[in-house]
């Protein structure tokens, strides 16, 4: 029998849980302009929002990667969305006056319940639409939907507008793509100046408090948590600062990783001056996130090649006055012993010094990494001869601690 492996895809499911988390977010950016909630995603639905410990909005996601995908009085998204309403109406879960909106990308066919189920006061009809739906349920022979048929129809006639009352049908909306756009209008407030970096930033965030909510099973997430997420970001676009990736800020490098590392010009400046493994293990770390982290900066142009060098111009101004401070106190022709003690000296003053990028940019790691960067250049270094010591062991000209 022949097949392919196409048929086992899943593109439009998987664009469908992230058209669910990104339509969240939209909405949670909505909503804090209303009032205090706490949002959570499959919990009581795709989406739920909760205040004061009672649910007062719930959401239904159904994203179609069918451009032409409609809404009819017999659509599978609409009445196993109707099941799941049902039930939590039944169960007390989902309270009879919290609001209900089914969001789909596919268009509500005029003249349909879904259609009388419009979100705008203009057209809606809810006696239309119940009496639509109950017709539809009663004759229909889909034997996919005959559980959700008959838990629709053994409402009573009170109960069952009631419900519908509260179900509001938003159909026709931009894709898990397109769905950006809204966003980025939400985002507007947050930075003028960065509009694309925040959407990158706020999203980042978003879809790992997701991820850590789903699996860890928290408590759901705030608007309190959400507004000081944009502060946050707000705070680290201004002109004065930059955004640091708490991705980039976790980053930790392990012992067995050393040997990786061995050969590396830095590696052997910090080895030249001692043999703490640990302290070899902290220049690998604090170069890595600030490789990293100017690297980001730069793709998202944050920050300029002149900027940067500008800045490590500046650090190399300030190791060269430690430099010849130690020169001074080492005297003429100093025992090993004693280069290697001024060594360690200059090396703890690399750990120490912050010499912020942007007076807003606070982490240590940023100026603790340059320098280990520099280092790796030959443009800096610990041991006072450090540049005839690495020559031997490099292989390679050194160039003078040049800046």
Known sequence: MQGSVESFGAAGPMAGYLYQVRL??????RQSRVG?????????DDVSFEAAGEAIMVLQTKHSLNAAATLTDLSPELWKTLRVWTVGLGSGEVPATATRFLISTAAATPGTACAALG?????????????????????????NLKDAFA?????????????????????????ADAIQAQLQSELYHVSLHHQDQA????????????????VHGGSGISRAEID?????????????????????DALLVALEQLPEFA??????????VTNSKQR??????????????????????????????????????????????????????????????????ILKWAEDVVFSIRTGVTVPWVCRGSLHMLADELRVGWHPDFEARLQVILGTPGNGGAA
């Open 228 to 248: 000081a997420q944009l502060s946050d970001i707000q705070e680290s676009l201004k002109p004065d600062s930059l955004p640091i990736s708490e991705e980039i």
């Open 280 to 345: 070899i293990l902290n220049a690998i770390t604090s170069y890595l996130r600030a490789f990293r982290q100017r690297s980001e900066w730069t793709r998202d142009d944050l920050l300029f090649d002149a900027d940067l060098e500008k800045y490590d111009r500046r650090l190399c101004e300030e190791w060269q006055l430690q430099r010849e401070q130690v020169r001074d106190e080492l005297g003429a022709a100093p025992a090993e012993d004693a280069m290697q003690t001024a060594g360690r000296a």
């Open 24 to 29: 969240a977010l939209v909405w949670a950016l």
């Open 36 to 44: 205090d909630f706490i949002v959570n995603l499959e919990l009581l």
């Open 151 to 175: 838990a629709f129809l053994a409402l009573d006639d009170a109960t069952r507008e009631q419900l519908l009352a509260r179900i509001y049908v938003v159909p026709a909306q931009p894709d």
């Open 199 to 214: 959407i990158k930033l706020v999203e980042g965030w978003w879809f790992g408090r997701v991820v850590h909510e789903l």
């Open 119 to 143: 979100i705008g006061a203009s057209g809606r009809d809810v006696p239309e639409a119940t009496k639509r739906l109950k017709h539809a349920a009663s004759t229909s022979s889909n034997a």
């Open 263 to 272: 050969d590396r010009p830095f590696y052997k400046q910090v080895e030249l």
